[in-house]
């Protein structure tokens, strides 16, 4: 008779650091690359770079869920070259990465205003979430052409659409609360962030997740978002582990 093994949960175990679902603002590319005297592409160029490695890094740590700012809904402002450069580079993620990031158990989603992409690259990004959608070992949700402020008017429109269609009714709208109104938002159902790092030394949220960062925990580094790594990420989860939350309650 075998006895009955305890299962092996690997690194699906609840770390140790307690973060589960990780926001990065990827922020710092240009300065990297002023830093060494190198051409603003050339920073973008080493960020994207950084986002497979440090989703794979995440998974490792144990993270289930890793949203990432990758472009803001402000960033159209910027000069058509730099535009253009970040949605090659974006192209190139979708393409070149994905598998590996398949390979690895990373399910793909894009967050954000698709509408305005080109039609390729929407593509793209529709391929790389079929591609990757029954995996489980990361969710990572890229955000593109995103901003808080959108998220929740568009969350609010489809709300009103509904209402107007006749598919929710006035007595279910009057009773709808806050986790009710959240499954309208671009994350849905999943769990807010527990921490966020903004990296590149700012202090400032740049209009990323505002609802779900509610009682999010923040990390700030001067670290710019190329040389951000396992390393730097270690750290950041360690002090994670020493803050006590208290969401509003009595400490
Ligand atoms: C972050 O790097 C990339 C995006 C915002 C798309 P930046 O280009 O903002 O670099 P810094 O912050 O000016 O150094
Ligand atoms: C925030 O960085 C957006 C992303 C990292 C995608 P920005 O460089 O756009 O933010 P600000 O302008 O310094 O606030
Ligand atoms: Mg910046």
């Known amino acids: 008779m075998s006895e009955i093994q305890p299962i092996d949960r690997g690194v699906a175990a609840e770390p140790d650091h307690g973060v589960k679902h990780l926001a990065i603002i990827m922020d710092g590319n240009h300065r990297w690359a002023k830093a060494r005297h190198m051409p603003r592409a050339a920073g973008h160029r080493a ?40 949605m090659d580079l974006m192209r190139n993620m979708l393409k070149n990465d994905v598998d590996e990031l398949n390979d690895r158990g990373v399910k793909l989603s894009v967050i954000g ?23 489980d070992a990361l969710r990572l949700n890229i955000a593109a052409n995103f901003g808080g402020r959108w998220d929740i008017v568009q969350a609010a ?8 269609t006749g598919r929710l009714d006035e007595a279910t709208l009057a009773r709808m609360d806050e986790a009710d109104f959240a499954k309208y938002l671009s ?7 527990d921490l966020c790092i ?35 990420l270690a750290e950041a989860l360690s002090t994670f582990s020493e803050r006590q939350r208290r969401f509003g309650r009595r400490g």
Request: a negative charge; charged letters at 25%; hydrophobic letters at 40%.
């Open 47 to 86: 960020g994207a770079k950084n986002v497979a490695a440090v989703a794979e890094a995440c998974a490792d740590a144990g993270i289930t869920t890793l949203t990432l700012f990758a472009f803001s809904t402000e960033n159209w402002e910027r000069p058509s070259r730099e535009v253009n450069l970040l």
């Open 113 to 135: 205003d698709r509408s305005r992409f080109a039609s390729d690259l929407q593509m793209d990004m529709n391929r790389a979430e079929a591609l990757t959608r029954e995996n």
């Open 157 to 164: 429109k489809k709300v009103a659409l509904e209402v107007a």
């Open 187 to 193: 994350l849905g159902t999943l769990d807010e962030p």
């Open 198 to 232: 903004r990296t590149g030394g700012d202090q400032r949220i740049s209009n990323f997740l505002l609802w779900d960062f509610a009682y999010t925990e923040f990390y700030f580094t001067d670290t710019y978002w190329p040389d951000f790594n396992q390393d730097t």
